[in-house]
């Protein structure tokens, strides 16, 4: 699916679809989605009857950062209410997330992550402060991923 080409795409056109099974469960677009990665960690290791005098690297396991969504609030309690379902002892909601970065026309997926086996791990209510008032509430979901590809 993964769409090449030689200007590379912006940051700014993606869909969200946290997998619910009901286009309109998730009500609202995303401002933003960061800490997509991947880290792959190594071991060293050298025998004793090595011909060299340092040792080798050795692969690992690998981890998958949180993912952070956050998004403008509009009274909406869909994230909310997976949060508290999993904290109350429902583990059976993970989800498969689809992150997909459009062209500038919209016209279809160029890339998606997909987020495997993800769980809430922390919902931040917006700051609410009187004195400004240009300020739009933020709220922010972040999720424990077990897994990413991407497509």
Known sequence: MATQRDNPYGGFNFLVDFATGDASTVRGGFQEVSGM????????YRAGNSPVNHPVKVNGVYKVGDVTFKRGL???????????????????LLRTVHVSLQDEAHNGPVMTWTLLNARPLRYTVP?????????????????????LSIE
Do not use: F, K, P
Not at 37 to 44: A, D, K, P, R
Not at 75 to 86: K, R
């Open 37 to 44: 990665n991947i880290e792959l960690t190594s071991g060293e």
């Open 127 to 147: 700051a609410l402060n009187a004195r400004t008032g240009s300020e739009v509430a933020v709220e922010e979901l972040v999720l424990s991923v077990e897994d």
């Open 74 to 92: 509009l009274g909406a309690l869909d994230l909310y209410q997976w949060i508290d379902a999993i904290r109350t002892g429902d583990h059976s």
